[in-house]
């Protein structure tokens, strides 16, 4: 695995917490202002952010404090945050148990939407006004503001809708980055995934749709059914049906109208991905991005054997690193799903917005099933 | 999926049964005696054969009939066959639960060494007292003589023993595909097995030795314990541990003066293959080629996705069919391992050897735990 060398946002460590740091200061340079710095803080150098210091529920570790910024350097950016979305995988990383944990002091939060204010003398892509996103996990994105190196973060356009893009780096990369690199799909195949309604199963529908693609969307029975199946049919679903559905005989018909999926994506695992993997075509791969039912992908083994069926992972966080060398092909994705949200064909996420100092609504939010996206923002 | 025409032997489909076929004439133009042919036998046109003509146990469906041979035709061999090992995958196919089925009336056998007696006019690359072995599964080898095209056969070298010859074509074979084609594997590397003493298994330590490599082999507690670790031991095995030491915490010690596993071997699935997955390395492989417990194959979201684990499946036949259009790399493989065997490297399977009218004491125990492998002897 390749780690960026970059003095000021430090390479996150598995085992992180056996680092040894000084307490107070960031990995960016940046300092608690009310434990060292009391009484010099001003409008240039601090600005809020959600701090924690150790791991645990939000509500025991997670607090609104002042934070002073270092001066910018020449290589180096300093950017007001915008919007920063609160995801399942930062509160695992506040609780400790997410891959990849920051040294403390830590900031909340990877994703986000920035806009530059002042650029490093160093620094000739970039000027004041732009839009930037992270490049890594664990930027601490929950924040006013943060100075950091300029290849620390990319552009996103500015004439997409700012939720667009504060939500871009994420979901809709692990959608496209696993409609392309897995299966070897080709216009009229089929993908199948449960967890269909979340983040990346919508963007998985509509970039899917517009590769030519059919998809089979496995969601949880709930009230509003007609509602949600409607929702995701609009945005280009070609089948939407409940993991119940699935499992009848007469599902079987199904497949008189559509191939068998070459591809299924696993957000969910146990009995969902048991069930995924009993339509899959001779051949197939089934991808596992998350593990919401915190049960273990059981696969038979006729479905390995007979059916040559491959099980396989993918991590946005860790395809970003392994392509951290060249920026490149990060920042073409990035433009080409800004692309596609200009022409339509990838729609703003159903967000709620929640006024940053209102951040434990958010992150309440984020625990509880069925809900929506929520996002902070900081104007 | 290639499959050959050859009008003899017709390849095996998946559903098979719903083939319509004249019930008393085998694949390979042979014909049950006693039905149609009673009276006419003499000694070049028929010979014992172990048939049935339904699915369920093998008690109530195995039979020994005379069948007569068809005439050799002029790309054809008649092979005596000598000796035919009793698998699981036999018996699964006598009660119809295996992926692939022969049509009925159908003979017993997929794997068992032959002596050619006599040659078609245009066969070129066979004379009489060669020794072959069938290429693909379905040969019906639970028999006293064959006539079969000479493309259904390979050749292998006489100066072996007799038992490795007669049990090389699928165990040894499929231990060294697996060696070989997953896991990138590379000298000083570790292998992780369990069922280690099944025949595959030993296989996979005297070749894994070969080549270099480590192996951790995972065996069922037992009364013989010591004697079984020291036999692994003697093949090469680097570690012999039990399924219940694999879970205690101090295993983790192993991993002091092993490598950790790139490639992990399972042919048990349930708590066994977990047991595996748990000490994997980075980007790892476990392929699965059976399913003793007959439970799934339990992977965790975090191995998937954290520890970029590749589960897959490897089966001999489906190879082999891949193969099929050109045999010199079955050939060679089959020849390297007979080479192999020549130089001491891989050792004449434990087998006990059941004269072939007593075939049942042979079905028998293959459908006990802990039994060894069981071949019929022709003569």
């Keep these: 695995m390749k780690l960026r060398t970059c003095p000021r946002l430090q390479p996150l460590k598995e085992s992180i917490r056996f680092l040894t740091r000084k307490p107070a200061q960031f990995s960016d340079g940046s300092r608690i202002c009310k434990r060292t710095f009391a009484g010099h803080t001003t409008a240039q150098q601090a600005c809020d952010a959600l701090v924690y210091n150790r791991h ?6 997670l607090q609104l404090e002042k934070v002073l910024l270092p001066p910018v350097g020449d290589e180096d950016l300093r950017i007001k945050m915008l919007a920063a979305p ?9 609780q400790g148990t997410y891959a990849i944990l920051p040294p403390f002091p830590a900031v909340g939060g990877n994703e986000g939407l920035g806009e530059v204010l002042e650029v490093g003398s160093k620094v000739c892509d970039a000027k004041p006004g732009d839009w930037v996103i ?28 700012l939720l667009s893009a504060a939500t871009l780096g994420v979901n809709p990369c692990t959608a496209y980055r696993m409609l392309k690199d897995f299966g070897n799909l080709k216009p009229g195949d089929t993908v199948i995934q449960n967890g269909a309604n979340s983040a990346v199963g919508q963007a998985v529908i509509q970039i899917a749709a517009g590769m030519g693609l059919s998809t089979i969307n496995i969601i949880r029975d ?7 199946k409607d929702k995701l049919k609009s945005l280009g679903a070609s089948l939407v049906i409940t993991e119940e559905a699935l499992q009848k005989p007469e599902v079987t ?6 191939r068998r999926p070459k591809l299924a994506l696993n957000c969910v695992g146990g009995h969902s991905a048991g069930n995924l993997l009993a339509h899959m075509e001779y051949g197939s791969t089934m991808v596992t991005y998350g593990g919401m039912a915190k049960k273990p992908v059981p696969v038979p083994a006729k479905a390995l054997i007979f059916k040559d069926i491959n099980v396989c992972g993918f991590w946005m966080t860790q395809w970003k690193r392994n392509n951290m060398h060249d920026l490149s092909e990060i920042k073409a994705m990035v433009a080409e799903l800004a692309e596609m949200v200009r022409r ?7 967000c709620t917005q929640v006024p940053f100092p209102d951040y434990k609504v958010a992150l309440d939010a984020t625990t509880r099933a069925y809900s929506s996206k929520h996002v902070l923002m900081m104007e």
């Excluded at 645990?56 to 570790?61: E, I, M, R």
């Excluded at 601490?140 to 990319?154: F, L, N």
């Excluded at 018909?253 to 559509?258: A, E, G, V």
């Excluded at 339509?344 to 159903?350: A, N, R």
């Design 56 to 61: 645990g529920h939000y509500d025991d570790v």
């Design 86 to 94: 609160v995801n399942p995988a930062d509160i695992n990383m506040l």
């Design 134 to 161: 992270p490049v890594d996990a664990g930027f601490g994105t929950w924040r006013m503001e943060v100075v950091c190196k300029a290849t620390d973060v990319i552009p996103v356009a500015k004439d997409i809708p």
């Design 222 to 228: 709930r009230p509003n059914l007609k509602e949600l």
């Design 253 to 258: 018909n199904l497949f008189k109208d559509i």
């Design 344 to 350: 339509g064909q990838l729609s703003v996420p159903t």
